[in-house]
């Protein structure tokens, strides 16, 4: 029914409640050669294979489509990490596994204790850095896998918590399909 009443397919074929209101500036870092776009005031950057385009197409979705941010973008929303219940507070530590982008730690970064950034993945370490640049102090960034296991490239949540015994965290996990060994070996 949604692709007959939207003529289109979505990957969250949910009824959209609400567009962002401001227009999303974005721009290219010559001297980084990543493109970036502006959230909140801070630069978010994207991949050396984003266009500007692209990074902005990526960001709107982020927010409107995958709701990532919560605010009630879209009906339902698979990707929504945080409700008015389920939240980031003030003095966190933040487990993001599976950051890509880190858009969520960048919207948190100014209430967070401490951000552990997890991704596994090289393409996205450049833009990472470039984002936190100005948060080196709040940062942490953990260029492994986190599944049950711990080699040169994996880690378990274990080792981690050993790190952060008696604070309050938040974990969010976007780790394809391994959460449930994360969270069972635990």
């Known amino acids: 029914n949604y692709i007959k009443e939207n003529e289109q397919i979505e990957a969250f074929p949910y009824p959209q409640i609400k567009k962002l209101s401001h227009d999303i500036v974005a721009d290219f870092d010559k001297r980084l050669q990543l493109p970036y776009v502006i959230h909140k005031g801070k630069r978010l950057y994207f991949t050396k294979d984003y266009s500007v385009e692209a990074a902005k197409a990526a960001y709107i979705n982020f927010i409107e489509r995958e709701n990532l941010l919560g605010g009630g973008f879209i009906a339902k929303a698979p990707h929504q990490y945080q409700t008015e219940n389920f939240k ?18 960048l919207d948190a970064i100014d209430i967070v204790k401490k951000a552990y950034l997890f991704e596994s993945n090289p393409c996205w370490h450049d833009p990472l850095q470039a ?14 896998y986190v599944t049950n296991t711990n080699s040169e490239t994996c880690i378990t949540l274990n080792s981690i918590f050993s790190k952060i015994k008696g604070e309050s965290f938040f974990i969010k996990m976007d780790i394809e399909g391994e959460e449930e060994n994360v969270i069972t070996s635990s």
């Open 88 to 105: 980031i507070d003030q003095n966190d530590i933040l487990l993001d596994i599976g950051c890509a982008e880190a858009l969520l730690t």
């Open 131 to 144: 984002t936190f640049a100005p948060y080196k102090e709040k940062i942490e960034f953990i260029p492994k």
